[in-house]
């Protein structure tokens, strides 16, 4: 509704109307109209187009993520010494967290909000335009603290190119690496035990007023990453069960602000991928806040659960690819996607 007075315009909407949460990935509706036909999407920011099973993935993973339900997971003892030390003070915080079991995840939950102390200890609050400080600092001592107690994943940081990503283009470009192709990250999470890109990591910005069109490009620049490196581990088994190779999948974490949401990339069929939003967190940038590293502890939680399931996954692939388990040809990942 729009309405003029005098030289003045005042446009109103609804309530029910334009609801969403703030520092999501967005994309436009004009790219939206291109990319669909190669991917199925749901993300909280963009819900209408998605097919209806992709939709009842995402509701699922809503549910999963208010339940905190990857947390209850790890056991009951975990989940109450989250719910403890968010409420601890932060006179007696140091000193309590000395009482917490010496358990990998609750490891992992320690070293973050001991670095979590140490920032809420700066002098003076994260400059304009300075993207990279806030990301050092707030982010990644969290995915370092994650990978190395879990010692599941491994990490390298700024600008980083994913290992083999290119390698999907050589085809379709003659066997010419084109450098139009490749995109640096700002992080990558690899799996210690596998060749994979596992966790792709970008930062659109912290209190710069471009962030929205940086989001609207990494969006764009997230989704070919994530394709892009699921394509190269999926060429590595064209022998394999094209059934196993659909539940094998990769993700994005687009920091936007002070917020991570976690994406989903798997293939859905062999035009398609599908791309469902898994969880999002924001991180705390005072004391006062502590209370919502509840849901960065279930973000991380269910990556735990994730490389649990995908060890299985990438086991009988091997498996499969290797003839130790019998496939029909009509049953292979060559068959559908060559």
Known sequence: MTVVKEKNVYRFQPPAKHLISPHKPVIQ???????????DICVSTCESVASDETKAEYEAMMQEEKNLQSLKNLGSDVMDWVARIVNWSEKDMFKNLGTVPDLPFLNFVKFTIVDFLLNCMRTHIYNQNDERTAYCELFIPIFKAFGNTTKKLNCVWCEKKAKN?????????????????????????????????????????????????????????????????LKCFVSNYKNASFSTMKKARVYTCHIIQNKMTLVRYKIKSASQWQVVECRSASTPLSFSGIIHYT????????????????????????????????????????HFLM
């Not at 109209?33 to 991917?39: A, E, L, Q």
């Not at 290119?166 to 470009?173: A, C, E, F, I, M």
């Not at 010419?176 to 596998?194: E, H, N, Q």
């Open 165 to 229: 990503s290119d390698y999907v283009w050589l085809v379709s470009n003659n066997f010419a690496k084109d450098k139009g192709s490749l995109k640096l990250l700002d992080g990558i999470g690899r799996l210690v035990d596998k060749e994979l890109n596992y966790l792709l990591i970008e930062s659109s910005g912290f209190n710069n007023p471009n962030v929205l069109s940086h989001s609207l490009n990494d969006t764009l620049k997230n989704m070919k990453s994530g394709s892009d490196n």
């Open 29 to 39: 509706a004009e790219d939206l109209s291109v990319v669909r036909c190669y991917f």
């Open 295 to 334: 849901k960065v502890f279930e973000l991380f939680a269910f990556l735990l659960s994730d490389m649990t399931e995908q060890d299985r996954i990438f086991h009988q692939l091997e498996m499969e690819s290797l003839g130790l388990v019998q496939v029909p040809q009509d049953e292979t990942v060559a």
